[in-house]
């Protein structure tokens, strides 16, 4: 009677359930609390936030045609074609007031004192080094510096007249005439990660794109003078640019050491030969030098950017939203992403199936942030010499269009040509495959 009267009050005070339910509540809390746990070291919900605010900042900004050119000063007339997803990410319209600080911020890492390392987030960039030694020389007065050789003029830079009837062929032949071209995976290697489209923005690479690049390649005199230059502009599209003396030194023998080169001397062959400049190779040089260094207006400022600038280093410019406008040269890439300023997001997917990049792939269409602004889209020829380069946009602005359909060794590729009056706005490749 006594135990029947006590089952019942256990029963009245809910303690009637038997103890495998106990243990199984027990097990429930037990688990919920483990996977709270696991969230918290696991970083997801850190990326949840972060995907929201990413998404937040940039949830217009493929929404608008990002590769209309709209030149602002000198009555230039804009690009008014809508043009295809592919045909990059940049040039809108350009100026907004720069924060030094942010813009020179530093990443900041984060430290847990327990020694709990959280895991699924982007592993820290491997540091590469970079030799600078000899770049105080380069501001040395040009006639005072030591350049190469002169490559030997035969008949391998002159022109053929196919060449000078048909622009894709006379790319073809620069691309074969770029001896400075590194080898993928013997001088370099690069990380493609995964792909994605264009318009989406998580993050499809694990790490670097760059996994490496040998030492030797900033011994390379035309590599290492044009990486000497990068540092020399302010990336604000409206900020009025002062250019030292020293830095017009520099220039100066950046365009001597490469006009040395067998692509540089071909370009000249062939625009001599249609007319365009003239036979004699100093005044050509100073031409080429014109071109890429002169300083013009954009965005409303005047002298704030150059052809060399907007191309190779890169800009920031803003129309409704912050933008990273140019920024189509690999060494750039390679030094901002060593110095932890670019993250790279993963390649995007190219137009035809079966296409995927890998590290032998010298064209590369990918999507990164700049300091953490967005490039939603850029393509950019890996591995070749800043002669090329020069030589290749220099002869597809002379002698082309806005769209040049070339081929450059196994690439079919689309040289973009906006132009800025009798300047260079941008120039860029698209993959055509």
């Given at each position: 009677?006594?135990?029947?009267?006590?089952?019942?009050?256990?029963?009245?005070?809910?303690?009637?359930?038997?103890?495998?339910?106990?243990?199984?509540?027990?097990?429930?809390?037990?688990?919920?609390?483990?996977?709270?746990?696991?969230?918290?070291?696991?970083?997801?919900?850190?990326?949840?936030?972060?995907?929201?605010?990413?998404?937040?900042?940039?949830?217009?900004?493929?929404?608008?045609?990002?590769?209309?050119?709209?030149?602002?000063?000198?009555?230039?007339?804009?690009?008014?074609?809508?043009?295809?997803?592919?045909?990059?990410?940049?040039?809108?319209?350009?100026?907004?007031?720069?924060?030094?600080?942010?813009?020179?911020?530093?990443?900041?890492?984060?430290?847990?004192?327990?020694?709990?390392?959280?895991?699924?987030?982007?592993?820290?960039?491997?540091?590469?080094?970079?030799?600078?030694?000899?770049?105080?020389?380069?501001?040395?007065?040009?006639?005072?510096?030591?350049?190469?050789?002169?490559?030997?003029?035969?008949?391998?830079?002159?022109?053929?007249?196919?060449?000078?009837?048909?622009?894709?062929?006379?790319?073809?032949?620069?691309?074969?005439?770029?001896?400075?071209?590194?080898?993928?995976?013997?001088?370099?290697?690069?990380?493609?990660?995964?792909?994605?489209?264009?318009?989406?923005?998580?993050d499809m690479a694990q790490g670097s794109l760059f996994s490496w690049l040998s030492d030797d390649v900033f011994g390379k005199p035309t590599?290492?003078?044009?990486?000497?230059?990068?540092?020399?502009?302010?990336?604000?599209?409206?900020?009025?640019?002062?250019?030292?003396?020293?830095?017009?030194?520099?220039?100066?023998?950046?365009?001597?050491?490469?006009?040395?080169?067998?692509?540089?001397?071909?370009?000249?062959?062939?625009?001599?030969?249609?007319?365009?400049?003239?036979?004699?190779?100093?005044?050509?040089?100073?031409?080429?030098?014109?071109?890429?260094?002169?300083?013009?207006?954009?965005?409303?400022?005047?002298?704030?950017?150059?052809?060399?600038?907007?191309?190779?280093?890169?800009?920031?410019?803003?129309?409704?939203?912050?933008?990273?406008?140019?920024?189509?040269?690999?060494?750039?890439?390679?030094?901002?992403?060593?110095?932890?300023?670019?993250?790279?997001?993963?390649?995007?997917?190219?137009?035809?199936?079966?296409?995927?990049?890998?590290?032998?792939?010298?064209?590369?269409?990918?999507?990164?942030?700049?300091?953490?602004?967005?490039?939603?889209?850029?393509?950019?020829?890996?591995?070749?010499?800043?002669?090329?380069?020069?030589?290749l946009y220099t002869l597809c602005f002379f002698v082309g269009g806005e769209d040049n359909y070339v081929q450059l060794g196994p690439y079919?590729?689309n040289i973009k040509c906006y132009r800025f009056g009798d300047r260079i706005g941008s120039v860029f490749p698209i993959a055509e495959n």
């Amino acid at each position: 009677m006594e135990g029947l009267i006590k089952g019942l009050v256990d029963v009245a005070l809910g303690g009637g359930r038997d103890r495998g339910d106990r243990e199984e509540e027990q097990r429930s809390r037990d688990e919920r609390s483990r996977s709270s746990w696991a969230e918290v070291v696991s970083g997801d919900q850190d990326r949840d936030d972060q995907e929201r605010r990413r998404h937040s900042q940039h949830n217009n900004q493929w929404s608008v045609q990002e590769e209309s050119q709209v030149w602002q000063d000198e009555g230039s007339r804009p690009s008014r074609r809508p043009q295809k997803a592919l045909d990059e990410g940049h040039e809108k319209n350009e100026g907004f007031n720069w924060n030094q600080n942010n813009w020179n911020r530093e990443e900041k890492r984060e430290d847990n004192n327990d020694g709990w390392e959280t895991v699924g987030r982007k592993p820290p960039r491997r540091q590469h080094k970079i030799q600078k030694e000899q770049w105080n020389g380069y501001k040395n007065p040009p006639n005072e510096q030591e350049y190469s050789n002169d490559v030997q003029i035969d008949d391998t830079l002159e022109p053929s007249e196919e060449e000078l009837a048909d622009l894709s062929q006379g790319c073809y032949r620069l691309w074969e005439l770029d001896s400075n071209r590194l080898v993928p995976r013997k001088e370099y290697e690069i990380d493609c990660g995964d792909g994605k489209k264009a318009y989406q923005k998580d993050d499809m690479a694990q790490g670097s794109l760059f996994s490496w690049l040998s030492d030797d390649v900033f011994g390379k005199p035309t590599y290492s003078r044009f990486c000497s230059l990068l540092d020399n502009y302010n990336p604000n599209a409206g900020h009025k640019e002062v250019v030292t003396s020293e830095e017009k030194q520099e220039q100066a023998a950046f365009i001597e050491e490469i006009s040395r080169t067998a692509p540089i001397k071909y370009l000249h062959k062939y625009l001599s030969a249609k007319g365009i400049v003239s036979g004699n190779y100093q005044d050509f040089k100073r031409t080429i030098s014109s071109l890429w260094f002169d300083l013009y207006g954009r965005g409303g400022t005047s002298s704030c950017s150059s052809a060399f600038e907007h191309v190779f280093v890169g800009e920031i410019k803003q129309a409704g939203e912050q933008e990273v406008s140019g920024f189509h040269n690999w060494l750039q890439f390679y030094l901002e992403e060593a110095k932890g300023n670019v993250d790279y997001q993963g390649y995007i997917f190219p137009r035809r199936r079966g296409q995927i990049p890998d590290s032998e792939t010298q064209l590369l269409t990918v999507q990164f942030e700049w300091n953490g602004i967005l490039k939603s889209v850029s393509t950019t020829l890996v591995g070749v010499s800043p002669e090329f380069e020069i030589a290749l946009y220099t002869l597809c602005f002379f002698v082309g269009g806005e769209d040049n359909y070339v081929q450059l060794g196994p690439y079919p590729v689309n040289i973009k040509c906006y132009r800025f009056g009798d300047r260079i706005g941008s120039v860029f490749p698209i993959a055509e495959n």
